[in-house]
């Protein structure tokens, strides 16, 4: 026992605070590069095929029912079908149209766009996951008149660009169900890694899913992009 009062008092309150908050007792030293700002993409973002840009809360109403109705398409992602008014009331909500993401826990959903016509095919959406470990998700549906063609790919590689040569994350994820083989392909090709099996861990449009966590670091993308260092 200490015979300091102070000391013990101290010594208490740490122990008390290991208990309830040992991220609060023990803090770790932030991550020494510079701290993540807002991440503001210069629109639109340009691939080979494709423009991503925010969506249009009217004028992508269609396009985006075109493929967002569609059962097959919502098979394994959280969204229901959905209707031509659901769809236009969600777009109406600025969250989902958003151009920038600000802080940790907000999406940004970009319109995917053919160049060469400006048909919409489909969207694509980046998580700010985490600040502290600076750690992002993506996702992607594509309208399956397109399917098969490079585009999730496409657009996904650009997403990776966004989140690691703009934004500096150091990880980012993508989640999918195990059934979802397309969305396996997509990931694969994009040279990330499939970390983790969650087996039946969600109960999901009726069934138990499995879910497949694939992951790439940053030095990992930049060794692919022949940037090493
Ligand atoms: C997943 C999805 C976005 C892929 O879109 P896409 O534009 O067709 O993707 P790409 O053309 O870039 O790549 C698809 C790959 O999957 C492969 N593929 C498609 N169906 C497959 C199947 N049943 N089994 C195995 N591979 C399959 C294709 O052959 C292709 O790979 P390849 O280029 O090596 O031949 C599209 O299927 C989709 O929108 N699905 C519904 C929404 C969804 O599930 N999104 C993902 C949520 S995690």
Excluded at 98 to 115: I, S, Y
Excluded at 132 to 144: A, M, T
Excluded at 188 to 210: D, I, Q
């Amino acid at each position: 026992m200490s015979g300091n009062p102070a000391a013990a008092a101290a010594a208490t309150l740490l122990r008390v605070a290991a208990m309830t908050s040992p991220g609060a007792a023990f803090p770790s030293p932030a991550f020494p590069g510079p701290a993540l700002g807002p991440l503001r993409p210069s629109y639109p973002v340009e691939t080979e095929r494709l423009l991503l840009r925010p969506i249009d809360p009217v004028g992508d109403v269609d396009g985006m029912h075109a493929y967002r109705s569609r059962a097959d398409v919502c098979r394994y992602i959280p969204p229901e079908p959905m209707d031509r008014a659901q769809i236009a009331e969600r777009l109406a909500n600025p969250d989902f149209s958003r151009a920038e993401l600000d802080r940790e826990g907000q999406a940004l959903t970009l319109a995917v766009v053919l160049k060469e016509t400006g048909e919409l095919i489909g969207d694509v959406v980046i998580f700010w996951r985490s600040t502290e470990h600076r750690g992002g998700e993506i996702g992607y549906v594509i309208n399956p008149d397109h399917h098969g063609n490079g585009y999730a790919t496409e657009a996904a590689r650009a997403l990776l660009a966004l989140l690691f040569d703009e934004f500096r994350l150091h990880r980012v994820t993508a989640r999918i169900d195990a059934e979802n083989p397309a969305s396996a392909a997509v990931l694969t090709k994009l040279g990330m890694r499939r970390e983790a099996v969650l087996v039946e861990n969600e109960w999901f449009k009726g069934r138990w899913s499995t879910e497949i966590d694939f992951a790439i670091l940053d030095r990992e993308w930049r060794a692919l992009r022949g940037q090493d260092g």
